[in-house]
């Protein structure tokens, strides 16, 4: 049998206040007994849960990996919007004027993630 992801981690100054914004931005719920100031926290979802870590040092490269999400219940462009109000900056816009393309932000601690269509939106092209 082979190994399955069991999370992706993420190393971060702050887990619980870097957990807030992604359990906002995926519905995600808190780990259980995850708590402020505790140096993990795990971000539970109906996808992958996300596990974030602190460590001393900050970000100083660009993602090797980063999350492409893909909007559920909204389009791409407004799920930019609702991310934005949330506290992600948009730092690529690859969206082309036929719609397709995507959109590149960063969460409150700069880590880079990509915004997709959504299926419907993919499925109207």
């Not at 100031?37 to 602190?54: C, H, K, N, Q």
């Not at 997709?116 to 109207?124: D, G, I, L, V």
Request: hydrophobic share 35%; with cysteine; glycine share 8%.
């Amino acid at each position: 049998m082979a190994s399955r992801v069991r999370h992706t981690t993420i190393d971060c100054a702050d887990p619980y206040a870097l957990a807030q914004f992604w359990i906002a931005a995926l519905d995600g719920t808190l780990g259980e007994g995850d708590e402020p100031g505790d140096p993990e926290v795990l971000v539970e979802t109906s996808g992958a849960d996300l596990l974030f870590i602190r460590v001393p040092e900050g970000k100083a490269a660009k993602n090797r990996v980063h999350l492409d999400l893909q909007p559920q219940d909204r389009t791409r462009d407004e799920e930019v919007d609702r991310l934005t109000a949330l506290g992600a900056t948009l730092t690529g816009d690859h969206r082309n004027p036929d719609g397709t393309g995507w959109a590149t932000m960063t969460d409150p601690e700069g880590n880079e993630f990509c915004v997709e269509r959504s299926a419907a939106e993919r499925a109207a092209t």
